[in-house]
């Protein structure tokens, strides 16, 4: 039987997980019981948010028209900058992609970064302009600006819609015509990639593999390139999709490998598995361990719920090698949990997931970088706690990761966002010209970017910038903390580390707008926001209780229903300092827009 193995690389939302559902429709593989939109997200919240965190893969069985039978393994990719790792893995898991571009978009910053992934892998490209049922497709237009920028021939170009499944016969026919079969030799010592794994509550942790070279099946002997740790196989198989159990797996099968594997962390993405008797000394280049990089506090509202929170963090970790979290205590907060995260999507949704499927009300505190930091004594080390940022005079240098960032974007919006980018200490490295629309470059600090920078890329150019990012590594900066004081008590999970030009304005920001949220009290509250026991800022808590019912004019009841129970929803997630009780946006202060 001839194999194919592929995946989906898209810009998000230009239509990977639709397609890849009437490609499963097309072949049958998609039974009346489970056909429901997106099979592939298999996480309640992706199917929400729409985006994929894990990578999925699934075994199809194609004929052609002219009766010849293939197995067809395709492999969904995290289209996010969040998971840019990982798709590089699941892209070495296959010889070809499908590249979507939607033809009411046309190419943005994401598709060029998954393409020049998949041109690194050395992989074949169909290029497929998606979603030409929409009426503001310009699909040939769509497939000029693919030659255009990532030099891929537009009469390649396959035109298709996930949506009414026009064109998925033709990119069925290309995938077995343009991308090559797996090579490997099946007799050879076993060499197997890592690309994706999950925790299973009786099998441990099942590894999904790509075999480079050789044979896998129960009972073999294997080790662990990175750590050397050795298992046993225990169960091997398919994806079908769900997990199939088979007899093996060979050169240029993808698969999973159930070998008893207790701990996530010692099956990580991007390692390589060995026979025991026959080591290799060639594994898969460039392993990684996941490492996070955005940190931030994680607190229950409720103290009692401390515990449950540890369960839950232990649960996650076991499906997310790239998640971490230590106990922490705020003098504020309590007890809770310092974390660790590959981005801020991924915060985003792990805090998501923890509200939703483990039912806990969570104060996060605002996100920190790793800060590398040589005392006057010489010593060096790391920090991304605020707690544990020394004071000034006992510091010499302070530096702080960097980024090359990429924006896509019309170019009637470049003024705006290169202002927005000078603003965030960014120098700019290229300005490229792609037709009508632009690409920057810039190194910008790593920080600059976790406070509201996104929202504010998408505003001030009506929704058309797309950006990634990749860490560049540390440059110095003139960083200082910011604590803030209410009540004339420290708060320490307030605390920001930030640079020195931007903490007056910023320190303005947080106490004006915790002065805004705080509910006044019998006596009017002093916020400030202070450097080294300098008040840089101060705003005042009147002394009044708050009527929110004093917006509405008129009588609209619902309007009025809805605030009020805005206000019963804020009341839950109130955390009390000192003498005053603090809403949890006030730990978000520091990251609105306004
Ligand atoms: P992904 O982020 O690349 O996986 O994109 P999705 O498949 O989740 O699609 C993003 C959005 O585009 C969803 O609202 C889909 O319903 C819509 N969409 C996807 N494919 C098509 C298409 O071919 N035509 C139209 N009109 N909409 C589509
Ligand atoms: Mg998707």
Not at 68 to 81: A, C, F, Q, R, S
Not at 478 to 507: C, F, Q, T
């Amino acid at each position: 039987m001839q194999v194919r193995n592929f995946s989906i690389i898209a810009h998000v939302d230009h239509g990977k997980s639709t397609l890849a559902d009437r490609i499963l429709e097309h072949l049958g593989a998609m039974g009346e019981r489970d056909k429901r939109d997106q099979t592939l997200d298999t996480l309640e919240l992706e199917r929400e948010r729409g985006i994929t965190i894990k990578s999925t893969p699934v075994r199809l069985n194609y004929t052609r028209p002219n009766g010849e039978k293939y197995v067809l393994n395709l492999i969904d990719t995290p289209g996010h900058v969040d998971f840019n790792y990982e798709v590089s893995r699941s892209l070495a898991a296959c010889e070809g992609v499908l590249l979507l571009v939607d033809a009411s978009q046309g190419v943005e910053a994401q598709t060029i970064v998954n393409a020049y992934l998949a041109i690194d892998s050395g992989l074949d490209i169909i290029p497929v302009v998606n979603k030409i049922d929409l009426p503001a497709a310009d699909p040939e237009g769509a497939a000029q600006e693919l030659e255009d920028v990532v030099g891929i021939p537009a009469e390649d170009a396959i035109f298709a819609s996930g949506k009414t499944g026009v064109g998925v016969p033709e990119i069925l026919e290309a995938i077995v015509e343009r991308i090559p079969s797996p090579p490997g030799d099946p007799d050879a010592p076993l060499k197997a990639l890592i690309f994706d794994s999950v925790f299973d509550a009786y099998q441990g942790v099942i590894v999904f593999v790509r075999v480079l070279e050789g044979q896998l099946k129960p009972k073999d002997k294997i080790t662990l390139f990175s750590n050397g740790k050795h298992f046993e196989v225990d169960k091997v198989g398919t994806f079908s999709p769900g997990l199939v159990v088979g007899e093996s797996l060979t050169a240029g099968d993808v698969g999973w490998v159930a070998a008893g594997i207790k701990d996530i962390h010692d099956a990580q993405v991007g390692d390589t598995l060995m026979e025991r008797e026959r080591p290799i000394t060639d594994p898969f280049p460039g392993f990684k361990p996941a490492q996070p990089v955005v940190f931030s506090g994680l607190y229950p509202t409720d103290t009692e719920a401390y515990r449950k929170l540890r369960e839950a963090l232990e649960k996650l970790k076991l499906n997310d090698a790239a998640f971490s979290f230590e106990p922490e205590t705020s003098e504020a907060l309590g007890f809770g949990f310092r974390c660790g995260f590959l981005g801020l999507l991924h915060a985003e949704i792990i805090q998501e997931r923890l509200e939703r499927e483990y039912d806990l009300d969570l104060i996060a505190t605002a996100p920190a970088v790793i800060y590398r930091i040589t005392l006057s004594n010489g010593e060096i080390f790391e920090t991304q706690n605020p707690a544990e940022f020394p004071t000034r005079d006992r510091v010499d240098l302070i530096e702080e990761p960097y980024i090359k960032l990429s924006v896509m974007l019309p170019e009637e919006h470049v003024g705006p966002v290169m202002q927005l980018l000078q603003e965030r200490r960014g120098s700019m490295v290229t300005m490229n010209y792609l037709g009508k629309r632009v690409e920057l470059i810039y190194e910008v600090p790593f920080a600059e970017i976790l406070y509201d920078f996104h929202d504010r890329l998408k505003s001030i150019s009506r929704g058309y910038a797309s950006m990634d990012y990749e860490i560049i590594g540390y440059r110095e900066g003139e960083l200082v903390k910011v604590d803030i004081y209410v009540n004339n008590e420290i708060v320490d999970a307030l605390a920001v580390i930030v640079h020195e030009d931007r903490a007056y304005p910023l320190g303005r920001k947080i106490v004006d707008k915790m002065a805004e949220v705080i509910p006044r009290q019998m006596w009017p509250v002093p916020v400030q926001a202070m450097i080294g026991g300098k008040i840089i800022a101060r705003a005042t808590v009147k002394a009044f209780r708050k009527d929110v019912l004093a917006k509405c004019y008129g009588g609209d009841i619902s309007r009025k229903k809805k605030l009020l129970d805005k206000q019963k929803k804020g009341k839950a997630r109130m955390k009390q300092i000192g003498t005053v009780e603090v809403p949890q946006e006030a730990f978000l202060a520091v990251l609105s827009t306004e």
